[in-house]
T-cell receptor, first 111, second 115 residues
């Protein structure tokens, strides 16, 4: 069965520190891969996506993600976190059928 | 730039009542989706519509019906609301006709409470 795992429910980092959010998926073939961000009370917004090609993709707000086929992972990173990055982050692989969303990682940023 | 508009934003129902959540997009997108979001469970797909005139079940369709009224509008109906349907509902749309192959654009959500 297709599935996605975000093992960290909550992460707390200090402003200016680096960040890595983990995402592992299980699919029959390499899916399209997305990361979305949700600010409180808002809908989801696309951060970045991977379809093919370069395995390191850049997104908005200084985020990047690396696709590792051998590990079935698509981890999200940011070198220096800003207080405005506090939000919930969702990994969403998709195949030719539909999106499957992870359970999300809630990021808290300490001043 | 309205994007995806959902109404109502908040609704309280009693068990057994019915209601319809409305969704409209102004981006000329082909596919539209309804998700529900519950704490600790991420987003789960209820129904989707790959194109005008077609609808398909998602992961959690029981207790819901949908109508793709035209290319712009995709409504979600609860015929007999149950407390288990208390949730935040999101409508989304995507340009590409094949579900899962394009960016999703989300509405701001509709918070439904069933007493």
């Amino acid at each position: 069965a297709q599935s996605v795992t975000q093992p960290d429910i909550h992460i707390t980092v200090s402003e200016g520190a680096s960040l890595e959010l983990r995402c592992n998926y299980s699919y029959g073939a390499t899916p399209y891969l997305f990361w979305y961000v949700q600010s409180p009370g808002q809908g989801l917004q696309l951060l970045l996506k991977y379809f093919s090609g370069d395995t390191l993709v850049q997104g908005i707000k200084g985020f990047e993600a690396e696709f590792k086929r051998s590990q079935s992972s698509f981890n999200l990173r940011k070198p220096s976190v800003h207080w405005s990055d506090a939000a919930e982050y969702f990994c969403a692989p998709s195949g030719t059928y539909k999106y499957i969303f992870g359970t999300g990682t809630r990021l808290k940023v300490l001043a | 730039n309205a994007g995806v508009t959902q109404t109502p934003k908040f609704q309280v129902l009693k068990t057994g009542q019915s209601m319809t959540l409305q969704c409209a997009q102004d981006m000329n997108h082909n596919s539209m989706y309804w998700y529900r979001q519950d704490p600790g469970m991420g987003l789960r797909l209820i129904y989707y519509s790959a194109s005008e005139g077609t609808t398909d079940k998602g992961e959690v369709p029981n207790g819901y019906n949908v109508s793709r009224l035209n290319k712009r509008e995709f409504s979600l109906r609860l015929e007999s609301a149950a407390p288990s349907q208390t949730s935040v509902y999101f409508c989304a749309s995507s340009e590409l006709a094949a579900p899962g192959t394009g960016e999703l654009f989300f509405g701001e959500g509709s918070r439904l409470t069933v007493l």
